[in-house]
């Protein structure tokens, strides 16, 4: 390739609204152009980038007997209505009628769709397993798109739908998805972690994320460094204290706090540990009569230490609060409570609440809480002779750095990472909805057993540029590279044995298979070092008339600062051990 038959068109200043570095860079290196909020045209120096992703991607899931097809990007709303995710998936859904009022829906996901080929098409256990993929345009009608690819609307997505005939068969299947994703990140040159997580909307009972390290990451990834346990922020859990709770020694005491209405201002005041003060969270759910009609509202009150905060994902798993819960109102607090948030606790209550103590909390004693009085807390709260005992302790809150590990083999640490691929083990959650049914080995009709997979391939350059970037620009791990070596002859239209030399170098690599562009634009040495630079190629020659007579070129990686020189007869040999062939 050569650069005057290509289209380079880079940028000296990023755009106003590009707020992340992965944005910045991607629009000054022109691999990608704004068309609308969250929508961008792939141009060509990007498009390089997605097809080298979407064909490391397209070569492991094959080579995991995955079966490519293509599913429409407009798909018909009954089949979403059938899984009911019509209503439940709200406005991210992007609906759209005909021109005969028929529903349909522009993808985001294809569980339905392709749910729909197996029930049709799979018919006998002998079929079985299945795994269809694609690589495809998704659409997601984000409220706040930002962050470039990172968080558009429009995307590019490969997902995977396994089917089986048993979750024995189901959980091979899962496996073998889970192995395949490790081949592609490998391939991808990328350092990045595999984590437990949990399903969220889609469903299902095991789920891993694919998190690519970095620090802009919006994610938090919590691990081991003694071991293999690491989770994202949602599923990760503490080891469960195992000290039994300390007897009481201090007497309940209600103290004036005045003006103080958060914990890390009462621990201030009161010159104790954070840890021994107690928040109130105060939920409700609502109450439905045998006709389903509403009855009333269940108060529920959370209890986590102060220097520790609620998980939601948690929370919403727990019975009676997995039906959907919301924070309760004022009007419903001053009923139970008699006094206004900052000052709520478990003890004195004008009406009785459903109480959830998070598992450190249900170990404390002495603890400091609301008194359900403006300007007053509770001292030496202990449970058992202040108060009940709780009517439920669970896991409640996020782990933060230094809590011990569930796996009992060191403590935990955080580091931030960019969900790039999630895994999940479905079950019969959508072969339930849909009907989609074989004939097992006896005969009778049985409900697949599926599973999911995504990468998503528009955001996993966004990815990469996020953790391999420096002042100048872009830094690509060579596999996802939009050139794997760049060419930059010094006044090639000038001298005759520059363009000579360069012209053969370049025919010499593509005929060897490599991915190189020769900048034959005629440009300043400076200003075509900084384009390539920004955009990111990973190997540069610089072929000048000094350096021929020299009997020389000069090479240098991106990542280096300095370039070196290398004898004109060298040059094959030392791009082979550079890895560029």
Avoid at 212 to 236: F, H, L, M, Q, R
Avoid at 383 to 399: F, K
Avoid at 450 to 468: F, H, K
């Amino acid at each position: 390739m050569k650069a005057s038959n290509f289209f380079v068109s880079t940028y000296k200043e990023a755009p106003a609204d590009a707020e992340v570095v992965s944005h910045q860079l991607m629009m000054r290196a022109g691999l990608i152009r704004k068309v609308s909020a969250g929508i961008y045209n792939y141009m060509p120096m990007g498009l390089r980038v997605l097809h080298k992703v979407e064909a490391i991607v397209r070569e492991e899931m094959n080579r995991a007997h995955a079966v490519e097809m293509s599913m429409p990007v407009i798909q018909p709303g009954e089949l979403w209505q059938e899984t009911g995710r019509f209503e439940k998936m709200g406005a991210e859904l992007l609906r759209v009628k005909d021109r005969h009022e028929r529903d349909f829906v522009i993808q985001p996901t294809s569980e339905e769709v392709v749910t729909d080929v197996a029930r049709n098409e799979l018919r006998s256990y002998k079929q079985l397993p299945v795994n269809f993929y694609q690589i495809q345009t998704k659409f997601r009608d984000e409220r706040r798109p930002r962050f470039g690819l990172m968080r558009g609307r429009e995307f590019i997505m490969k997902d995977a739908y396994s089917f089986d005939k048993d979750p024995a068969a189901a959980q091979i299947s899962y496996q073998t998805m889970r192995q395949a994703y490790r081949e592609i990140f490998d391939r991808f040159g990328l350092k990045y972690r595999a984590v437990a997580a949990d399903s969220g909307a889609i469903g299902g009972d095991l789920s891993e994320e694919f998190q690519v390290i970095a620090a802009t990451g919006e994610d938090a990834i919590i691990y081991c460094p003694e071991s293999d346990y690491a989770a994202n922020i949602e599923k990760a859990e503490a080891l469960a204290p195992t000290e039994p709770r300390p007897a009481a020694a201090a007497a309940l005491t209600k103290t004036p706090t005045p003006g103080k209405s958060t914990c890390a201002d009462v621990a201030e005041l009161l010159a104790i540990p954070l840890q021994n003060t107690v928040k109130s969270l105060v939920l409700a759910t609502e109450l439905l009569d045998d006709a389903g009609e509403p009855a009333g509202v269940q108060i529920w009150l959370l209890l986590l230490r102060g220097d520790h905060d609620m998980n939601e994902v948690k929370v919403s798993k727990i019975e009676g609060l997995n039906a959907g819960f919301r924070f309760a109102s004022e009007a419903e607090i001053l009923e139970h409570f008699g006094a206004k948030p900052g000052y709520l606790g478990p003890v004195g209550l004008l009406k009785p609440v459903k109480i959830i103590a998070d598992r450190d909390v249900a170990v404390l004693s002495d603890w400091v809480c609301g008194a359900n009085e403006v300007d007053f807390h509770y001292t030496g709260v202990n449970w058992g002779r202040d108060l009940p005992e709780p009517d439920l302790v669970a896991d409640l809150r996020n782990v933060v750095a230094g809590d011990r590990s569930p796996d009992g083999k060191g403590v935990l640490a955080i580091e931030r990472g960019i969900e790039v691929g999630h895994i999940f083990y479905l079950g019969t959650k959508y072969s339930k909805a849909m009907n989609a049914t074989f004939l097992d080995v006896n005969g009778k009709p049985a409900f697949f057993e599926m599973g999911c997979y995504g990468i998503g391939v528009s955001r996993l350059p966004a990815a990469a540029v996020e953790q391999n970037h420096d002042e100048r620009g872009i830094i690509w791990p060579d596999a996802i590279a939009p050139f794997t070596l760049v060419i930059c002859p010094i006044a090639m239209d000038r001298s005759e044995a520059v363009q000579a030399a360069a012209e053969r170098l370049h025919a010499q690599l593509l005929a060897a298979g490599v991915d190189v562009i020769l900048d034959d634009r005629g440009g300043r040495p400076g200003a075509m070092f900084a384009d390539w630079e920004l955009i990111g190629v990973p190997h540069r020659v610089v072929i000048s008339e000094r350096n021929l007579n020299e009997g020389q070129l000069e090479y240098q990686h991106r990542r280096q600062t300095e370039s070196q020189k290398v004898a004109l007869d060298h040059v094959d040999a030392f791009l082979r051990e550079q890895g560029v062939y």
